[in-house]
């Protein structure tokens, strides 16, 4: 899916990633087509496979591959999911000014417009370039992820394995979240400044006290 972003800001240029040179990708590509694989949960530790790396890919586009999944094909060697370039989880979506999620795939995104948890007024961040944009700016993504609200999740093709549930971004929840941290950053203000015109308001009564009893 073709997509376009301006260039991101300098801050977040750690974040790109260097690709291999073309016949390693290749040679690297075929082991991994060639191998079963199994998908271990981050949540909680549940393991799917063996399946061909095909399906792990269709999970991947289909959110149901989240950032702190790890795959292997020994289970042996665990990696997280994000460093297996070939499932291009490549996008992270900014909750904040400091929290992010993923990174994870287009595919991903737009099951997560389906679902309503982004929307076009949503930042992301392409972790090869650096290059940073609004959902809407990426009109192919946002218009087919708005076409399919409200539809059922992808259909699962013929044969395919029983595979994860779909990794939700809970960002309503991270809201939640930061209008309670925000309130309750307000109310503490308000506390201390109580306490304060109280203990003036203390001192004064002190002092008329003292004055009446001389």
Known sequence: MAVSCRPDRPSLSRLCRRRLPVRHRQQSEARLVNQSWFLRKHEDGSTFGPVRFDQIARWAATAQIAPHDTL????????????????????????????YYGPTTLGALQEFIRLGEIDGETLVINTRNGARCKIQEMPQLWETGRADAGDAQTEIQLGDPVGPAVARMSIRLQEQIRDLEQSLEEERRALTEAERRYAELKEKYDTVIQRAGT
């Open 72 to 99: 292997s094909n020994d289970r042996q060697t665990w990696v997280k999911a994000p460093m297996v370039a070939q499932l291009g989880m490549d996008w992270l979506v900014e909750l904040t000014s400091e929290h």
